[in-house]
């Protein structure tokens, strides 16, 4: 099954092209190192309603796989989770627990992020830090359940 991607880099400074978005490239050269065919990408501000809005919109795309990268800290202006949770039809939990304990051996701050998996709609999606190499490093520790997951949330039959 080719999976196909949506990554959405949630920020307000490179939405604005205050800066330029790092972190969206550097999930799409993962997403395609692993096989996985990049369907749709989008800068938005950290704003939930535009959050809520293009993971809707990508999923009604055909991503099977949408990643944010961007609002899983603590910050004020940091909703990333709250728009996911506020439309998802149910969170998977072990997602963020194997992010965050993996992150935990990389840098002690990881414990402040909420990285979060879960379903919307017919799409796996799957918050990361706003950071590069967290995006990246935390996307290699759970893409081993990625398959199943985009196939269980597109009811695709599985043999697991």
Not at 4 to 22: C, E, F, H, N, P
Not at 25 to 47: F, H, R, T, Y
Not at 93 to 101: K, L, Q, W
Request: charged fraction near 20%; hydrophobic fraction near 40%.
């Amino acid at each position: 099954m080719q999976i196909q991607v949506g990554i959405i880099t949630v920020s307000d400074r490179a939405s604005s092209g205050k800066y330029d978005d790092l972190g969206g490239p550097a999930l799409k050269d993962a997403a395609q190192k692993n096989g996985w065919q990049v369907l749709s990408e989008a800068i938005v501000p950290d704003d939930a309603e535009r959050i809520r809005e293009t993971i809707r919109s990508f999923s009604q795309q055909g991503c099977g796989l949408i990643l944010t990268t961007g609002g899983t800290g603590i910050g004020p202006r940091d909703v990333t989770p709250e728009a996911i949770r506020a439309i998802m039809r149910v969170e998977l939990p072990g997602f963020g627990e194997v992010m965050r304990a993996e992150s935990m051996k990389i840098t002690l701050n990881s414990i402040l992020s909420r990285n979060l998996a879960a379903i919307v709609d017919s799409s796996l999606v799957i918050a990361l830090p706003g950071k590069p190499s967290g995006a990246v490093e935390c996307l290699g520790f759970v893409q081993g359940a990625i398959p199943h997951g985009v196939a269980l949330a597109q009811r695709v039959p599985t043999s697991c």
